[in-house]
Protein backbone atom coordinates (compact mmCIF):
# COMPACT_ATOMS: atom_id res chain seq x y z
CA UNK A 1 0.00 0.00 0.00
CA UNK A 2 3.15 2.15 -0.51
CA UNK A 3 1.56 5.86 -2.07
CA UNK A 4 3.42 7.43 -5.41
CA UNK A 5 4.59 10.55 -3.45
CA UNK A 6 4.00 10.55 -0.22
CA UNK A 7 5.55 11.93 3.32
CA UNK A 8 4.29 8.82 5.21
CA UNK A 9 2.61 5.41 4.17
CA UNK A 10 0.98 5.37 7.37
CA UNK A 11 -0.02 8.26 9.80
CA UNK A 12 -1.47 7.01 13.43
CA UNK A 13 -2.77 9.29 15.30
CA UNK A 14 -2.26 9.76 19.27
CA UNK A 15 0.79 8.05 20.93
CA UNK A 16 -0.58 6.54 23.77
CA UNK A 17 -0.07 2.51 24.20
CA UNK A 18 -2.54 1.66 21.46
CA UNK A 19 -0.70 3.80 18.95
CA UNK A 20 2.76 3.19 19.99
CA UNK A 21 1.77 -0.98 19.73
CA UNK A 22 0.51 0.06 16.07
CA UNK A 23 3.50 2.31 14.89
CA UNK A 24 5.73 -0.63 15.78
CA UNK A 25 3.83 -3.63 15.48
CA UNK A 26 3.63 -2.09 11.26
CA UNK A 27 7.62 -0.70 11.10
CA UNK A 28 9.15 -4.03 12.99
CA UNK A 29 7.56 -6.15 9.71
CA UNK A 30 7.49 -3.66 6.91
CA UNK A 31 9.59 -0.83 5.60
CA UNK A 32 6.98 1.45 5.53
CA UNK A 33 7.05 4.93 6.59
CA UNK A 34 5.33 5.06 9.62
CA UNK A 35 4.31 8.99 11.59
CA UNK A 36 3.02 8.79 14.89
CA UNK A 37 1.71 12.15 16.24
CA UNK A 38 0.97 12.68 19.30
CA UNK A 39 -0.65 16.37 20.65
CA UNK A 40 0.66 15.96 24.04
CA UNK A 41 4.63 16.89 25.43
CA UNK A 42 5.39 13.18 25.78
CA UNK A 43 4.45 10.18 26.41
CA UNK A 44 1.57 8.86 28.77
CA UNK A 45 -0.62 12.08 29.23
CA UNK A 46 -3.88 10.27 27.70
CA UNK A 47 -5.39 7.26 29.57
CA UNK A 48 -2.26 5.33 29.52
CA UNK A 49 -0.66 7.41 32.05
CA UNK A 50 -3.54 6.72 34.79
CA UNK A 51 -3.76 3.27 33.77
CA UNK A 52 -3.28 0.47 36.33
CA UNK A 53 -1.96 -2.02 33.73
CA UNK A 54 -3.46 -5.06 35.04
CA UNK A 55 -2.32 -8.05 32.98
CA UNK A 56 -5.35 -10.42 33.17
CA UNK A 57 -6.84 -12.89 31.13
CA UNK A 58 -10.31 -13.64 31.85
CA UNK A 59 -12.90 -12.08 29.56
CA UNK A 60 -16.63 -13.08 28.68
CA UNK A 61 -15.78 -13.96 25.39
CA UNK A 62 -13.11 -16.51 24.20
CA UNK A 63 -12.23 -13.98 21.29
CA UNK A 64 -11.27 -11.44 24.33
CA UNK A 65 -9.37 -13.67 26.27
CA UNK A 66 -7.31 -15.13 23.34
CA UNK A 67 -6.43 -11.05 22.91
CA UNK A 68 -5.58 -11.00 26.55
CA UNK A 69 -3.09 -13.80 26.25
CA UNK A 70 -1.70 -12.41 23.27
CA UNK A 71 -1.08 -8.96 24.94
CA UNK A 72 0.08 -10.72 27.78
CA UNK A 73 2.41 -12.80 26.23
CA UNK A 74 4.06 -9.78 24.70
CA UNK A 75 4.61 -8.32 28.47
CA UNK A 76 5.68 -11.64 29.47
CA UNK A 77 8.52 -11.52 27.02
CA UNK A 78 8.83 -7.62 27.01
CA UNK A 79 12.88 -7.61 25.88
CA UNK A 80 12.14 -10.34 23.21
CA UNK A 81 9.02 -7.94 21.94
CA UNK A 82 10.53 -5.03 21.74
CA UNK A 83 14.16 -5.65 20.94
CA UNK A 84 15.44 -3.80 23.94
CA UNK A 85 18.06 -5.77 26.13
CA UNK A 86 17.42 -3.33 28.91
CA UNK A 87 13.52 -2.13 28.82
CA UNK A 88 12.37 0.28 31.38
CA UNK A 89 9.46 -2.10 32.13
CA UNK A 90 9.57 -5.60 34.07
CA UNK A 91 6.84 -7.55 33.69
CA UNK A 92 5.80 -8.13 37.61
CA UNK A 93 4.49 -12.11 37.85
CA UNK A 94 2.15 -11.66 40.68
CA UNK A 95 -0.86 -13.90 39.67
CA UNK A 96 -4.20 -12.71 39.40
CA UNK A 97 -6.55 -14.00 41.77
CA UNK A 98 -10.23 -13.51 40.93
CA UNK A 99 -12.94 -13.57 44.09
CA UNK A 100 -17.04 -14.46 42.74
CA UNK A 101 -17.91 -15.12 46.22
CA UNK A 102 -21.15 -16.59 46.39
CA UNK A 103 -21.10 -17.52 42.86
CA UNK A 104 -21.65 -21.28 42.41
CA UNK A 105 -19.14 -22.98 40.37
CA UNK A 106 -17.46 -19.69 38.72
CA UNK A 107 -14.53 -20.46 39.46
CA UNK A 108 -14.18 -24.08 38.60
CA UNK A 109 -15.95 -23.29 34.88
CA UNK A 110 -13.53 -20.70 34.51
CA UNK A 111 -10.50 -22.33 35.41
CA UNK A 112 -11.76 -25.15 32.68
CA UNK A 113 -12.46 -22.37 30.18
CA UNK A 114 -9.14 -20.76 30.70
CA UNK A 115 -7.54 -23.88 30.43
CA UNK A 116 -9.33 -24.52 26.76
CA UNK A 117 -7.94 -21.20 25.64
CA UNK A 118 -3.88 -21.68 26.73
CA UNK A 119 -4.28 -20.09 30.16
CA UNK A 120 -2.81 -21.22 33.06
CA UNK A 121 -5.18 -21.45 36.08
CA UNK A 122 -6.10 -22.64 39.12
CA UNK A 123 -8.57 -22.84 41.39
CA UNK A 124 -7.81 -22.32 45.17
CA UNK A 125 -10.29 -23.15 48.16
CA UNK A 126 -9.98 -21.16 51.49
CA UNK A 127 -7.11 -23.13 52.65
CA UNK A 128 -5.11 -22.70 49.95
CA UNK A 129 -5.75 -19.06 49.66
CA UNK A 130 -4.38 -18.76 53.18
CA UNK A 131 -1.40 -20.39 52.57
CA UNK A 132 -0.79 -18.96 49.54
CA UNK A 133 -2.23 -15.14 50.56
CA UNK A 134 -2.41 -15.09 54.19
CA UNK A 135 -3.81 -11.35 54.29
CA UNK A 136 -6.91 -12.12 52.82
CA UNK A 137 -10.40 -12.84 54.11
CA UNK A 138 -12.34 -14.82 52.39
CA UNK A 139 -15.42 -13.89 53.02
CA UNK A 140 -18.27 -14.84 50.04
CA UNK A 141 -20.72 -12.17 51.77
CA UNK A 142 -20.99 -8.79 50.33
CA UNK A 143 -19.45 -6.04 52.77
CA UNK A 144 -22.13 -2.90 53.88
CA UNK A 145 -19.61 -0.45 51.86
CA UNK A 146 -22.02 2.46 52.85
CA UNK A 147 -21.59 2.20 56.58
CA UNK A 148 -18.82 -0.03 56.76
CA UNK A 149 -20.30 -1.94 59.41
CA UNK A 150 -18.54 -5.47 59.57
CA UNK A 151 -20.88 -8.87 59.45
CA UNK A 152 -19.64 -12.41 60.33
CA UNK A 153 -17.46 -12.97 57.46
CA UNK A 154 -17.77 -16.66 56.48
CA UNK A 155 -15.58 -18.43 53.77
CA UNK A 156 -16.37 -21.52 51.48
CA UNK A 157 -16.12 -19.88 48.11
CA UNK A 158 -13.67 -21.09 45.30
CA UNK A 159 -11.64 -18.49 43.86
CA UNK A 160 -9.59 -18.20 40.35
CA UNK A 161 -6.18 -17.76 40.07
CA UNK A 162 -4.38 -16.79 36.94
CA UNK A 163 -0.97 -18.06 37.78
CA UNK A 164 0.36 -15.97 34.80
CA UNK A 165 -0.56 -12.76 34.94
CA UNK A 166 0.54 -9.81 36.58
CA UNK A 167 0.92 -5.89 35.76
CA UNK A 168 3.53 -3.57 34.51
CA UNK A 169 4.40 0.05 34.81
CA UNK A 170 2.77 1.73 31.84
CA UNK A 171 4.74 4.43 31.09
CA UNK A 172 7.60 2.57 30.98
CA UNK A 173 6.29 0.62 28.76
CA UNK A 174 4.88 2.80 26.47
CA UNK A 175 8.50 4.62 26.48
CA UNK A 176 10.03 1.52 25.92
CA UNK A 177 7.66 1.31 22.83
CA UNK A 178 8.89 5.32 21.53
CA UNK A 179 12.39 3.49 21.54
CA UNK A 180 11.66 0.21 19.43
CA UNK A 181 9.40 1.83 17.17
CA UNK A 182 12.28 4.68 16.68
CA UNK A 183 14.76 2.12 16.36
CA UNK A 184 12.69 0.35 13.29
CA UNK A 185 12.34 3.64 11.64
CA UNK A 186 8.75 5.16 13.01
CA UNK A 187 8.76 9.35 12.94
CA UNK A 188 7.56 10.16 16.23
CA UNK A 189 6.47 13.05 16.85
CA UNK A 190 4.99 14.90 20.23
CA UNK A 191 3.94 18.04 20.04
CA UNK A 192 2.05 17.34 17.18
CA UNK A 193 -1.42 18.23 17.42
CA UNK A 194 -3.61 17.04 14.27
CA UNK A 195 -6.13 19.66 13.53
CA UNK A 196 -7.29 18.06 10.18
CA UNK A 197 -7.77 15.15 8.54
CA UNK A 198 -8.22 15.03 4.99
CA UNK A 199 -10.08 12.58 2.44
CA UNK A 200 -10.32 12.87 -1.24
CA UNK A 201 -13.08 10.67 -3.26
CA UNK A 202 -13.80 8.80 -0.35
CA UNK A 203 -10.15 7.75 0.36
CA UNK A 204 -7.40 8.69 2.80
CA UNK A 205 -5.05 11.91 1.53
CA UNK A 206 -3.14 12.46 5.19
CA UNK A 207 -3.55 14.70 8.13
CA UNK A 208 -2.69 18.66 8.53
CA UNK A 209 -1.55 20.07 12.20
CA UNK A 210 -2.63 23.16 14.11
CA UNK A 211 0.51 24.41 13.42
CA UNK A 212 0.00 24.25 9.34
CA UNK A 213 2.04 21.11 8.38
CA UNK A 214 0.46 18.61 5.97
CA UNK A 215 1.50 15.29 5.98
CA UNK A 216 -0.12 13.31 2.89
CA UNK A 217 -0.62 9.63 3.30
CA UNK A 218 -2.72 7.17 2.11
CA UNK A 219 -3.62 5.58 5.45
CA UNK A 220 -4.22 7.08 8.60
CA UNK A 221 -5.24 5.09 12.08
CA UNK A 222 -7.71 7.15 15.13
CA UNK A 223 -5.97 6.19 17.64
CA UNK A 224 -6.55 8.62 19.39
CA UNK A 225 -8.17 7.25 23.25
CA UNK A 226 -11.17 9.70 24.73
CA UNK A 227 -10.00 12.30 21.88
CA UNK A 228 -11.23 9.55 18.87
CA UNK A 229 -14.31 11.38 18.41
CA UNK A 230 -12.55 14.79 17.46
CA UNK A 231 -11.10 12.65 14.40
CA UNK A 232 -14.50 11.54 13.49
CA UNK A 233 -15.59 14.91 13.13
CA UNK A 234 -12.44 16.20 11.31
CA UNK A 235 -13.31 13.65 8.86
CA UNK A 236 -16.96 14.49 8.88
CA UNK A 237 -18.00 11.25 9.07
CA UNK A 238 -20.53 10.12 11.69
CA UNK A 239 -19.00 6.79 13.79
CA UNK A 240 -22.12 4.24 14.62
CA UNK A 241 -20.52 3.53 17.63
CA UNK A 242 -21.36 5.72 21.35
CA UNK A 243 -17.75 6.18 22.29
CA UNK A 244 -17.68 8.03 25.91
CA UNK A 245 -15.03 9.87 27.58
CA UNK A 246 -15.39 8.15 30.82
CA UNK A 247 -13.97 9.64 34.50
CA UNK A 248 -12.46 6.78 36.55
CA UNK A 249 -11.04 7.37 39.77
CA UNK A 250 -8.43 5.21 41.35
CA UNK A 251 -6.80 5.04 45.11
CA UNK A 252 -3.54 4.13 46.56
CA UNK A 253 -2.83 3.96 49.64
CA UNK A 254 1.03 2.70 51.81
CA UNK A 255 0.90 -0.86 52.66
CA UNK A 256 1.40 -1.07 56.10
CA UNK A 257 3.57 -3.76 57.76
CA UNK A 258 1.12 -5.74 59.24
CA UNK A 259 -0.49 -7.17 55.62
CA UNK A 260 1.59 -9.89 55.39
CA UNK A 261 2.34 -12.34 52.42
CA UNK A 262 2.20 -12.07 48.97
CA UNK A 263 -0.45 -9.71 47.41
CA UNK A 264 -1.53 -10.56 43.62
CA UNK A 265 -3.45 -8.49 41.39
CA UNK A 266 -6.58 -8.97 42.99
CA UNK A 267 -10.34 -8.85 41.89
CA UNK A 268 -12.92 -8.90 44.29
CA UNK A 269 -16.29 -9.21 42.66
CA UNK A 270 -17.90 -9.50 46.00
CA UNK A 271 -16.72 -5.85 46.87
CA UNK A 272 -16.18 -4.70 43.48
CA UNK A 273 -12.72 -3.49 43.72
CA UNK A 274 -9.54 -4.67 41.99
CA UNK A 275 -6.13 -3.76 43.64
CA UNK A 276 -2.53 -4.35 43.02
CA UNK A 277 0.85 -3.34 44.49
CA UNK A 278 3.08 -0.68 43.44
CA UNK A 279 6.30 1.27 44.08
CA UNK A 280 7.94 -2.15 44.62
CA UNK A 281 5.41 -3.25 46.75
CA UNK A 282 4.86 -0.24 48.62
CA UNK A 283 1.88 1.06 47.84
CA UNK A 284 -1.50 -0.58 46.80
CA UNK A 285 -3.37 0.60 43.97
CA UNK A 286 -7.20 0.43 44.43
CA UNK A 287 -9.93 0.97 41.56
CA UNK A 288 -13.61 -0.19 40.82
CA UNK A 289 -15.39 -3.09 39.32
CA UNK A 290 -18.30 -1.82 39.29
CA UNK A 291 -20.41 -0.49 36.34
CA UNK A 292 -22.14 2.49 38.75
CA UNK A 293 -18.66 3.82 39.16
CA UNK A 294 -17.52 3.93 35.16
CA UNK A 295 -21.01 5.98 34.58
CA UNK A 296 -19.27 9.44 34.25
CA UNK A 297 -18.94 10.85 31.22
CA UNK A 298 -16.79 14.20 30.33
CA UNK A 299 -17.61 16.20 27.59
CA UNK A 300 -13.91 17.73 27.26
CA UNK A 301 -10.89 15.18 27.56
CA UNK A 302 -8.94 17.53 28.02
CA UNK A 303 -11.14 19.27 31.00
CA UNK A 304 -12.03 16.99 34.25
CA UNK A 305 -12.14 16.48 37.78
CA UNK A 306 -8.52 14.85 38.55
CA UNK A 307 -9.40 14.65 42.36
CA UNK A 308 -11.21 11.30 43.97
CA UNK A 309 -14.53 11.49 45.24
CA UNK A 310 -14.87 11.44 48.99
CA UNK A 311 -17.86 9.18 48.91
CA UNK A 312 -15.56 6.60 46.65
CA UNK A 313 -12.74 6.47 48.42
CA UNK A 314 -14.99 5.88 51.67
CA UNK A 315 -17.05 3.11 50.42
CA UNK A 316 -14.02 1.29 48.50
CA UNK A 317 -11.73 1.79 51.72
CA UNK A 318 -14.88 -0.40 52.83
CA UNK A 319 -14.35 -3.24 50.58
CA UNK A 320 -10.75 -2.70 50.56
CA UNK A 321 -10.72 -3.62 54.51
CA UNK A 322 -13.44 -6.21 54.43
CA UNK A 323 -10.83 -8.06 51.61
CA UNK A 324 -7.67 -7.23 53.21
CA UNK A 325 -8.55 -7.01 57.02
CA UNK A 326 -5.25 -5.57 57.74
CA UNK A 327 -5.93 -2.38 56.00
CA UNK A 328 -8.05 0.37 58.05
CA UNK A 329 -11.64 0.54 57.41
CA UNK A 330 -11.46 4.19 57.24
CA UNK A 331 -9.16 6.98 57.11
CA UNK A 332 -7.90 9.71 54.38
CA UNK A 333 -6.45 8.37 51.19
CA UNK A 334 -4.86 9.71 48.21
CA UNK A 335 -5.95 9.19 44.41
CA UNK A 336 -6.68 10.43 40.80
CA UNK A 337 -8.50 10.09 37.65
CA UNK A 338 -7.47 8.94 34.20
CA UNK A 339 -10.24 8.43 31.31
CA UNK A 340 -11.85 5.35 30.25
CA UNK A 341 -13.14 5.62 26.43
CA UNK A 342 -16.14 3.13 26.77
CA UNK A 343 -18.26 2.19 23.82
CA UNK A 344 -21.77 2.19 25.35
CA UNK A 345 -23.00 -0.28 22.65
CA UNK A 346 -21.05 -3.34 24.05
CA UNK A 347 -17.99 -2.20 26.14
CA UNK A 348 -15.49 -4.06 23.55
CA UNK A 349 -13.65 -1.98 21.39
CA UNK A 350 -13.72 -0.97 18.05
CA UNK A 351 -10.41 -2.26 15.73
CA UNK A 352 -9.80 -2.00 11.92
CA UNK A 353 -10.95 -0.85 8.49
CA UNK A 354 -13.62 1.39 8.52
CA UNK A 355 -15.69 2.33 4.72
CA UNK A 356 -13.40 4.63 4.40
CA UNK A 357 -11.05 3.88 2.34
CA UNK A 358 -7.61 3.63 4.07
CA UNK A 359 -8.56 4.81 7.47
CA UNK A 360 -8.69 2.68 10.29
CA UNK A 361 -9.81 3.06 13.96
CA UNK A 362 -8.41 1.20 16.99
CA UNK A 363 -10.62 3.12 19.50
CA UNK A 364 -13.02 2.55 22.79
CA UNK A 365 -10.88 0.32 25.02
CA UNK A 366 -12.70 0.53 28.52
CA UNK A 367 -10.57 -0.15 31.24
CA UNK A 368 -8.82 -3.14 28.74
CA UNK A 369 -6.56 -1.31 26.42
CA UNK A 370 -3.29 -1.70 27.90
CA UNK A 371 -3.15 -5.69 28.19
CA UNK A 372 -4.83 -5.77 25.01
CA UNK A 373 -1.97 -3.14 23.18
CA UNK A 374 0.12 -5.53 21.88
CA UNK A 375 -2.37 -7.52 20.16
CA UNK A 376 -4.14 -4.82 18.91
CA UNK A 377 -1.11 -3.62 17.44
CA UNK A 378 -0.95 -6.96 15.23
CA UNK A 379 -4.61 -7.01 14.01
CA UNK A 380 -3.48 -3.48 12.74
CA UNK A 381 -0.30 -4.19 11.44
CA UNK A 382 -1.50 -7.43 9.74
CA UNK A 383 -4.27 -5.84 7.88
CA UNK A 384 -2.16 -2.78 6.98
CA UNK A 385 0.90 -4.74 5.70
CA UNK A 386 -0.21 -8.33 5.05
CA UNK A 387 2.79 -9.81 7.08
CA UNK A 388 2.32 -12.29 9.63
CA UNK A 389 5.03 -11.90 12.77
CA UNK A 390 5.68 -13.26 15.94
CA UNK A 391 3.96 -12.55 18.89
CA UNK A 392 1.01 -12.08 16.26
CA UNK A 393 -2.45 -12.62 17.25
CA UNK A 394 -4.83 -14.86 15.16
CA UNK A 395 -7.96 -14.01 16.62
CA UNK A 396 -10.11 -12.98 13.22
CA UNK A 397 -9.97 -8.96 12.76
CA UNK A 398 -14.29 -9.51 12.33
CA UNK A 399 -13.99 -9.82 16.48
CA UNK A 400 -13.83 -6.25 17.31
CA UNK A 401 -14.27 -5.22 13.48
CA UNK A 402 -16.01 -1.00 12.99
CA UNK A 403 -18.72 -2.75 11.08
CA UNK A 404 -19.64 -5.80 13.33
CA UNK A 405 -22.94 -6.29 15.47
CA UNK A 406 -22.89 -5.08 19.00
CA UNK A 407 -21.97 -7.89 21.43
CA UNK A 408 -24.58 -9.97 23.18
CA UNK A 409 -23.88 -8.93 27.69
CA UNK A 410 -25.50 -9.17 30.60
CA UNK A 411 -22.89 -7.29 32.64
CA UNK A 412 -21.36 -3.51 31.03
CA UNK A 413 -18.42 -2.91 33.45
CA UNK A 414 -14.82 -3.64 33.17
CA UNK A 415 -15.08 -6.92 33.82
CA UNK A 416 -17.15 -7.71 30.85
C1 LIG B 1 -7.72 4.66 35.65
C2 LIG B 1 -7.49 3.67 34.55
C3 LIG B 1 -7.11 2.37 34.84
C4 LIG B 1 -6.93 1.45 33.81
N1 LIG B 1 -6.51 0.19 34.12
C5 LIG B 1 -6.28 -0.70 33.13
C6 LIG B 1 -5.79 -1.99 33.43
O1 LIG B 1 -5.59 -2.33 34.60
N2 LIG B 1 -5.53 -2.85 32.40
C7 LIG B 1 -5.77 -2.48 31.09
O2 LIG B 1 -5.54 -3.31 30.21
N3 LIG B 1 -6.22 -1.27 30.78
C8 LIG B 1 -6.49 -0.36 31.75
N4 LIG B 1 -6.95 0.87 31.47
C9 LIG B 1 -7.28 1.17 30.08
C10 LIG B 1 -6.05 1.55 29.29
O3 LIG B 1 -5.17 2.31 30.07
C11 LIG B 1 -6.50 2.32 28.07
O4 LIG B 1 -7.43 1.53 27.36
C12 LIG B 1 -5.32 2.63 27.17
O5 LIG B 1 -4.32 3.34 27.88
C13 LIG B 1 -5.80 3.46 25.98
O6 LIG B 1 -4.67 3.83 25.25
P1 LIG B 1 -4.83 4.76 23.99
O7 LIG B 1 -3.50 4.83 23.36
O8 LIG B 1 -5.99 4.34 23.19
O9 LIG B 1 -5.28 6.17 24.61
P2 LIG B 1 -4.40 7.35 25.24
O10 LIG B 1 -3.36 6.85 26.15
O11 LIG B 1 -5.38 8.34 25.77
O12 LIG B 1 -3.65 7.96 23.97
C14 LIG B 1 -4.35 8.73 23.02
C15 LIG B 1 -3.39 9.81 22.59
O13 LIG B 1 -3.95 10.51 21.51
C16 LIG B 1 -3.44 11.81 21.55
N5 LIG B 1 -4.30 12.67 20.75
C17 LIG B 1 -5.61 12.90 20.90
N6 LIG B 1 -6.07 13.75 19.97
C18 LIG B 1 -5.01 14.07 19.19
C19 LIG B 1 -4.83 14.92 18.06
N7 LIG B 1 -5.85 15.62 17.55
N8 LIG B 1 -3.61 15.03 17.53
C20 LIG B 1 -2.56 14.33 18.04
N9 LIG B 1 -2.68 13.51 19.11
C21 LIG B 1 -3.88 13.38 19.68
C22 LIG B 1 -3.47 12.16 23.04
O14 LIG B 1 -2.55 13.18 23.34
C23 LIG B 1 -3.13 10.84 23.68
O15 LIG B 1 -1.79 10.75 24.10
C24 LIG B 1 -7.12 1.83 32.46
C25 LIG B 1 -7.48 3.15 32.16
C26 LIG B 1 -7.66 4.07 33.19
C27 LIG B 1 -8.04 5.47 32.85
Redo the contacts with the bound molecule.
Sequence with gaps: MRSTNPLADVVI???????LAIAYQVARRSDLRVVL????NGVG????G?????LRHRYSFDEMVALARDGVDAYREWPAFTGLTHPRAVFEAAGVLWMPGDDGDWASVEHRRMQSLGVPSEVLDDRALAKRFPAFSPCRHAPDVQTGIEHGCEGGSKHLFESTGGFIDPVAAAEDLVEASLREGVDVRYG???AQVRQLAGRMAGVTLNDGTAIDAPCVVN?????CN?IFRMLEIECPWTLAPTR?Q?LYLDRPPELIGAIPVSIDMVGGVYFRLQNRGQQLVV?STLSSDEREQVANPDEFDRFVDAEFSRSRLHALHHRLPALPYKGSVRGYC???TINREDVHPIVGRTPVEGFLVAIG?S??????APAVGSLIAQSITGQRLDFDTAVSPAFLSFDRQPLALSDKSVLA
Excluded: C, M, Q, R
Excluded at 367 to 372: A, C, E, S, V, Y
Design positions: IGGGIIGLDKGEGSTASSAVANVAAGPWDIVGGLYFGHGFKL
